[in-house]
């Protein structure tokens, strides 16, 4: 990126800029309008914005406690992405994915993400160890955000430990894949483990990951992904429910 984060201290008592404050200010907004556009991601991911329904800008902006505007360019992030679709004057509704969609973009993770992470595995050495080390921090507070089931912020934690985890292999586009494949993911069943208390069970399995990965245990790193990406096609199970919810009309679910 050629865009400036923060003012130059240095130079700028040679080269002056009338608006020295325009810089980190455009730099700040942008950071916002990225943090909106994870959580609206995340969101989708978790089922908590569903197609069908209606989604203005303002009320979001209101649910996120920002202003309407990083919510606008948020959205027409996600309209790029596909991830939702513009309805004129109204606001954005989420783009529907059918079960066919939601299996092939599971199989297509488990074919990349599990030889990445064994790949992983298999190069450990003490360059890499603290790296992975590293990684430790956030693995638990997948968990406590399991335990406080916070399903937004845990998708989002989700997504940035295995993104972090994947970079290690040191390719880029296969994160950015994987990154666009996730934000594609739905896990309408996610309240329904969180609700029994049954979602602690994965979210240990990151920290499981990292030890065999460490250990340098290739295969039984990729056999644990593979079951932890699996749970990801579980986690969709709930979709009978959810018709059933909606044929029902309301549901206390
Ligand atoms: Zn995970």
Redesign the pocket.
């Known amino acids: 990126m050629t865009v400036h984060t923060g003012p130059v201290s240095e130079t700028a008592r040679t080269d002056r800029e009338p608006q020295g404050l325009h810089l980190p200010q455009f730099a700040e907004r942008q950071s916002l309008r990225q943090q909106v556009a994870h959580a609206l991601r995340a969101a989708l991911v978790a089922g908590e914005m569903r197609p069908g329904v209606l989604y203005s800008a303002p009320m979001l902006a209101e649910k996120f406690g920002v202003s309407a505007t990083p919510v606008r360019e948020a959205m027409l992030d996600l309209t790029g992405e596909g991830l939702v679709e513009p309805v004129r004057n109204k606001g954005f509704r989420v783009t529907e994915l059918s079960e066919r969609d939601l299996d092939e973009i599971t199989s297509l993770r488990t074919l990349i993400e599990v030889p990445t992470v064994a790949e992983v595995a298999r190069r450990m050495d003490d360059e890499l160890r603290p790296q992975v080390e590293a990684l430790r921090e956030g693995a638990r507070e997948?968990e406590i955000l399991a335990v406080r089931r916070d399903l937004i912020a845990y998708v989002e934690a989700?997504r940035r430990?295995?993104l972090a985890l994947l970079d290690l292999a040191g390719n880029r586009h296969l994160v950015s894949v994987i990154a666009n494949l996730r934000a594609r993911s739905r896990l309408y069943g996610l309240q329904r483990l969180a609700d029994r208390g049954e979602l602690g069970a994965?979210a240990r399995?990151?920290e499981q990951i990292i030890d065999l990965v460490l250990r340098g245990d290739a295969e039984g790193v990729a056999a644990l992904m593979e079951r932890?990406i699996g749970h990801v096609r579980g986690t969709w199970a709930g979709r009978g429910e959810r018709r059933a919810a909606v044929d029902s009309g309301s549901s206390a679910g």
């Open positions: 997948i989700d430990f295995h994965s399995e990151h932890h």
